[in-house]
């Protein structure tokens, strides 16, 4: 199992997307982390939708997207080394019971096995690809903890708060319901991966949460990702 993929290297699109819950994939080693298959393929153990996105998103603008390749469940891409929960021990009340005894060598297995390739490739991507705009792309679900969140697309941002105003008023344009550092903040760190490479590579970034109940069907997934690109096209000018 590849700890990430890297589509369309060569290229001189605009963007750089991407996808750090792209996977609801477990290594064979792992037995599944004692989940049975609906809990991996629920919102816990991935973004639903987002790899389709991302992917979509990508082609459309002929960039690069950069997917990691194990579920969340196994190790989070979107945080940082020293977070409680880069290994979860359980996630909204689901136990994981393949996390609940990992120790210092398991831990530093995972993360130079799965966690330190997908950032070495983010990395290895904006050194070649200057002046490009980094996209990471999340879904969210559209009910938590018994709370609707009765919006369709978040715009998290710190640093970039201009970008993300033009690109929040270019999505409602297209119809979308949209909030700002919802239904997480980046304001609270909770961009990681976007705003560690970005920083590090002098890009400016921003992460979209796309509610995952607008891509439960193929052409509906289009249809968000056709919407999204145009908006996208404000970050261009």
Known sequence: MEAVSVMNEQTSGAFV????????DVPVEYDGLG????????????DIGARTLTTLLARHFDATAVLAGVSRLVIDCNRDLADHDLIVSQSHGVPVPGNR?????ERHRRITQFYEPYHAAVDAVLRRQRDRFLVSVH???????????RFDVGV?????????QHLGKALAGEGVRVRYNEPYSGLDGLIYSAARHGGCHGAPYLELEVNNALLREPHAVERMAL?????LDVLRD
């Open 35 to 46: 989940l049975d298959t609906d809990h991996l393929h629920d919102h816990i153990g991935w």
């Open 17 to 24: 997307f991407t996808c750090e819950h792209a996977s609801c």
């Open 139 to 149: 879904t969210f679900t559209p009910v938590l903890n018994g709370r609707e969140r």
């Open 156 to 164: 998290l941002f710190d640093v970039y708060a201009d970008e993300a």
């Open 101 to 105: 005894d990992v120790d210092a060598d």
């Open 227 to 231: 919407g999204i690109a145009r908006a």
